[in-house]
């Protein structure tokens, strides 16, 4: 492959879609800087004129992901405003929609064993995101008496264990493993189970 003659600005960038690319066929254990640096059409030594390693690039990566993933939670949050159950459920419906989109960066971002404190820059991004579905559920919660509510980060981190659950398992093409049902209809089921149990929606709801 003719190596192509990328300056400082966009070489970067570049690396990082390569990385991303490795990761989903290979997951983040399975590839090389030298493989990474084959992908993008340079030479290995430029990978490290912006990267330490392969948890650095793969930790660029995470943090593209962590920004897009802020964004999209962010946009569903404010799709089902005025309301706060709307809101709340097209948060879960993102997360699952970014996980089929973004497969690469989902790995990258909860897979890989990177660190969202690894930096900086990274854990922002990833407190970012993690603040949007908590704001969702701090919205909803409001609806329940005082004494019987959760803590808005403990509702959250329910539905985000519960979205990560249905994408771990159903979602991402696991070999040998089948849903009896789409995804979507299972955490749509999950999470309208758990507002049950919390009395936010009734039965014919």
Known sequence: MPKRGYHHGNLRTALTNAALQLIELRG????????????????????????????????EAAMQGYEIFGERMEAAYQSGQPSALKAFEATGRAYLAFAREFPGHYIAMFESGISVNRSPELASLANRANGVLEKAAADLSQHIPAEKRPPAAMFSAHIWAMSHG?????????????????????????IGIYLRGLGLIGPDD
Do not use: C, W
């Not at 590839?31 to 992908?39: D, G, I, N």
């Not at 771990?168 to 955490?187: I, K, M, V, Y």
């Open 28 to 59: 983040p254990t399975g590839f090389t800087l030298s493989e990474a640096a084959k992908q993008a059409g340079v030479t290995p030594a430029a990978v490290y004129r912006h990267f330490e390693g392969r948890e650095d690039l793969i930790a």
């Open 166 to 190: 249905v994408v771990e398992l159903f979602a991402r093409n696991s070999p040998g493993r089948a849903s009896p049902f789409p995804a979507d209809e299972l955490l749509e089921s999950g």
